[in-house]
């Protein structure tokens, strides 16, 4: 069955730390890939997107995710993060044959000052 | 206004109150969707519009009713709705059908049944 897996459901960060977030996926075809972000009371906005190439993509805000086959994931990266930043965060998968998209539960960033 | 708005930000009804809900995206797209997002739980599709031609039902009970009266305008008419229904749903937008067409989302209507 497709599915996406964001298995941390909250994570927590100092201001200035680095960033992680996971994403794991079960997909049949060559997936399309996308992490979205969803700040307080807004809707979702995308943060950058992988179709093919370069398995290293670069987005808005500083993100940045890896693409690794072999591990069926495409984790989402920053060097430091600001206040900001928290905010909750999805993970998609879709594919050319099929617009709809199968979205992760999310993850909750809480930034320590 | 830019982008996708929807109307009202917040609604609270009754199980036997009808009401709306109104989406309009300023973007020149051509698909636009409404999905239900609940805590800790994936977005789920409900319906889809292309070219105002409804291309998706997802299952979704009856109680909700999708109207897309032009490329710009969602509409979603509640009716006889259930606690459970309470959640942010949100209208979404993009270009094309297509997987890799983003999409834009508007803030989400905060739905509260009593």
């Known amino acids: 069955a497709q599915s996406v897996t964001q298995p941390d459901i909250h994570i927590t960060v100092s201001e200035g730390a680095s960033l992680e977030l996971r994403c794991n996926y079960s997909?049949?075809?060559?997936?399309?890939l996308f992490w979205y972000v969803q700040s307080p009371g807004q809707g979702l906005q995308l943060l950058l997107k992988?179709?093919?190439?370069d398995t290293l993509v670069q987005g808005i805000k500083g993100f940045e995710a890896e693409f690794k086959r072999s591990q069926s994931s495409f984790n989402l990266r920053k060097p430091s993060v600001h206040w900001s930043d928290a905010a909750e965060y999805f993970c998609?998968?879709?594919?050319?044959?099929?617009?709809?998209?199968?979205w992760g539960a999310g993850t909750k960033l809480i930034i320590k000052p | 206004e830019t982008g996708v708005t929807q109307t009202p930000r917040h609604l609270v009804m009754g199980m036997t109150n009808k009401k709306s809900l109104k989406c309009e995206q300023h973007?020149?797209?051509?698909?636009m969707y409404w999905y239900k997002q609940s805590a800790k739980k994936p977005l789920e599709l409900m319906f889809v519009?292309?070219?105002?031609?409804?291309?998706e039902n997802n299952s979704v009970p009856s109680r909700f009713s999708p109207e897309c009266p032009n490329s710009s305008h969602l509409f979603l008419h509640l009716h006889t709705l259930q606690p459970e229904d309470s959640a942010l749903y949100l209208c979404?937008?993009?270009?094309?059908?297509?997987?890799?067409?983003?999409?834009?989302f508007g803030p989400g209507t905060r739905l509260t049944v009593l």
């Open positions: 979404a937008s993009s270009l094309r059908l297509a997987a890799d067409n983003e999409q834009f």
């Open positions: 973007l020149g797209h051509n698909a």
């Open positions: 519009y292309n070219f105002k031609e409804q291309t």
């Open positions: 997909y049949g075809a060559t997936p399309y």
């Open positions: 992988y179709f093919s190439g």
């Open positions: 998609a998968v879709g594919a050319q044959s099929n617009y709809q998209l199968i």
